[in-house]
T-cell receptor, first 112, second 119 residues
């Protein structure tokens, strides 16, 4: 059974710092891996999707990497800003078109 | 594109009452997912449909929960009778088959959620 773990559960950094959020999964036979952002009381916003054949994806200050063999993904946020404060969720699916399995998330707080 | 639409956004009801949550997926999407989010368990799948057909309902807690997708643009999740432990945020998500060269991608897009409180 696929399990997704995110470490740390919470992270506080000063503005401007570069940071890395970690995601690990137990079954390396994934199809896609998605990173989401969730603001308090809000829905999920898709940030990046990495297909199993890819090693990384970039969008602005965000870079997500994938190492299937080790069952790990990282989300790198450059030059963090207070507006980046949110919960970041990692999710995988094991087959095309199937449901996502989520980690519990990392709650990020960026102070000005 | 209006995104995934869910209604109501908030629902407060008393134990024993019937609750119906509604979802309109993004036009052209052929997969629809219902997830539930709680503090204790995080986000978990309840059920999903492909082309209006239920594929996996293993996450539906018990017979009190039922879901339907009568057409490609509408789905409901019903709880009858509701219980306090059903209090959670219920999300609907949709995706579609897209072509990325030789690779097909199923990116899921989430609605704003329905916050259900059962007293």
């Amino acid at each position: 059974k696929q399990e997704v773990t995110q470490i740390p559960a919470a992270l506080s950094v000063p503005e401007g710092e570069n940071l890395v959020l970690n995601c690990s999964f137990t079954d390396s036979a994934i199809y896609n891996l998605q990173w989401f952002r969730q603001d308090p009381g809000k829905g999920l916003t898709s940030l990046l999707l990495i297909q199993s054949s890819q090693r990384e994806q970039t969008s602005g200050r965000l870079n997500a990497s994938l190492d299937k063999s080790s069952g790990r993904s990282t989300l790198y946020i450059a030059a963090s800003q207070p507006g980046d404060s949110a919960t970041y969720l990692c999710a995988v699916n094991n087959q095309a078109g199937t449901a996502l399995i989520f980690g519990k998330g990392t709650t990020l707080s960026v102070s000005s | 594109d209006a995104g995934v639409i869910q209604s109501p956004r908030h629902e407060v009801t008393e134990m024993g009452q019937e609750v119906t949550l509604r979802c309109k997926p993004i036009s052209g999407h052929n997969s629809l997912f219902w997830y539930r989010q709680t503090m204790m368990r995080g986000l978990e799948l309840l059920i999903y449909f492909n082309n209006n057909v239920p594929i996996d309902d293993s996450g539906m807690p018990e017979d009190r929960f039922s879901a339907k997708m009568p057409n490609a643009s509408f789905s409901t999740l019903k709880i009858q009778p509701s219980e306090p432990r059903d209090s959670a945020v219920y999300f609907c998500a949709s995706s579609r088959l897209t072509s990325g060269g030789l690779r097909r991608v199923y990116e899921q897009y989430f609605g704003p959620g329905t916050r259900l409180t059962v007293t």
